[in-house]
T-cell receptor, first 114, second 115 residues
Framework: AQSVTQPDIHITVSEGASLELRCNYS??????LFWYVQSPGQGLQLLLK??????LVQGIKGFEAEFKRSQSSFNLRKPSVHWSDAAEYFC????????????FGKGTKLSVIP | DTGVSQDPRHKITKRGQNVTFRCDPI?????LYWYRQTLGQGPEFLTY????????KSRLLSDRFSAERPKGSFSTLEIQRTEQGDSAMYLC?????????????FGPGTRLTVL
């Protein structure tokens, strides 16, 4: 079955430290991949997306993600975390062209220590 | 671009009652999606519309659930005879149909609590 896995339920980092949130997918072919962020009481905001091409994609708020086909991974990174980055982060996938059902991971909650 | 809006933001109801939620997509977005998010989980797809046509429905969408998009603009999601297991955040999203049609923009959600 197609699935998206986020192995870390909760991560705590110090402000200014680097961040990496893990995401693995299980699909027959390379899906379209997304990272969303959800702050309390807010909807999901798209951080970045990968369809094809360059495996390192840049997003908003200083985030980037690297697609690694060999590891079926699409990990989210940020070199220096700010307190305002505390939120829940979701990795999501679409099966491919013509598919519109996003499949989400269970999310990783990020806490930032001042 | 005013974003996707949802109404109400919160709804508390008693088991067995019917509830209806509304979603207004970003103007000129032809596709509209409904997702459900329970505590500790990621959103799960329920259904989607292209204009007024409902094109896909998840098995999660039981017979008690019905969604409409009568004029291809706003959409409603109705839950009949609510059950405690229906307690969740109901999220609406919209997208265009061309080019960047795979990017879905989400609203703030309607949090349903069934007592």
């Amino acid at each position: 079955a197609q699935s998206v896995t986020q192995p870390d339920i909760h991560i705590t980092v110090s402000e200014g430290a680097s961040l990496e949130l893990r995401c693995n997918y299980s699909y027959g072919a390379t899906p379209y991949l997304f990272w969303y962020v959800q702050s309390p009481g807010q909807g999901l905001q798209l951080l970045l997306k990968y369809f094809s091409g360059d495996t390192l994609v840049q997003g908003i708020k200083g985030f980037e993600a690297e697609f690694k086909r060999s590891q079926s991974s699409f990990n989210l990174r940020k070199p220096s975390v700010h307190w305002s980055d505390a939120a829940e982060y979701f990795c999501a996938a679409l099966r491919g062209a013509g598919s519109y059902q996003l499949t989400f991971g269970k999310g990783t909650k990020l806490s930032v220590i001042p | 671009d005013t974003g996707v809006s949802q109404d109400p933001r919160h709804k508390i109801t008693k088991r067995g009652q019917n509830v209806t939620f509304r979603c207004d997509p970003i103007s000129e977005h032809n596709r509209l999606y409904w997702y459900r998010q329970t505590l500790g989980q990621g959103p799960e797809f329920l259904t989607y519309f292209q204009n007024e046509a409902q094109l896909e429905k998840s098995r999660l969408l039981s017979d008690r659930f019905s969604a409409e998009r009568p004029k291809g603009s706003f959409s409603t999601l109705e839950i009949q005879r609510t059950e405690q297991g229906d307690s969740a955040m109901y999220l609406c999203a919209s997208s265009v149909t061309s080019g960047r049609g795979y990017e879905q923009f989400f609203g703030p959600g309607t949090r349903l609590t069934v007592l």
